[in-house]
């Protein structure tokens, strides 16, 4: 009988260093293309975990990313030390965002992050505490075809 | 007709700068993408094509290399940061650059892709 593998990643993500932004979301994608996992849903937690690490970098003091990808899904758990959000519906809304002058700048801040995120997942938890921190929770299951079947539901 | 054009022929017939990433310079191109919108480009980019944008920070060279992307190509005369050249020899991605602005250098680009490659999108 094949043995159930579950690989556990962790990543401390540093709030303001952007040049290491992007970093943890590589080292996901590398584990999952030795896995040989489906390209598109490669392609899909990329997007979502690096929205999600650009989020903590660009908003948080310091966050920890927690990986976990089992035969069935890959669950990441972000989790930060930083102002929470105050209006997770608003912050969900395409276009807004309370990124400084500095980060839109450079290109981010678009107010497209978290929509990015939600698009390229199948499940997604956001809880937030103004003042202490978000947790941000997605799940993208390893078959696309499981993907397509409840999106059909 | 060919339907696929390498990095280093792109860089040839528009006389593109080549800053950094020479080994990646074999990449095939399959279509192009124009924004300064990071999220924008790990949104609705695709594997294999040539970015162009006016941003010159490492996070562009997060986002090639996440994304697949075949090169970044800067207009209206922008060079990459020290940083960012550094990335680009590291992943083989090619950062190119041309002093022509957005809106004419994509249309120049966009002509050779459809035209000449024959890609499509």
Redesign the interface.
Known sequence: MAEVERILLEYNIEGGN??R???A??QI?KVLKQMQVDLGVI?RT??AS??AE?NVVAHAYSGTMYVAIDPEAVCIELVDEGPGIPDIEQAMQEGFSTASVSVRE???G?G??LP?IK??TDHLEIDSQVEKGTRVAMTIFLDPARRNKEQQQ | MMDTMKVSELTEKLDLKVYSGRKGLSRDITGGYVSDLLSDVMGNADAGEVWLTLQTHKNIMAIASLKDLAAILLVGGNKPDEDTARQSDLEEIPILGTSLPAFEVAGKVYDLLKNDAGIQG
């Open positions: 952007f040049t932004a992007g970093y979301s590589s994608k392609k990329v997007v690096y929205e650009v450079m290109g981010f678009a497209m992050g990015n698009k390229n």
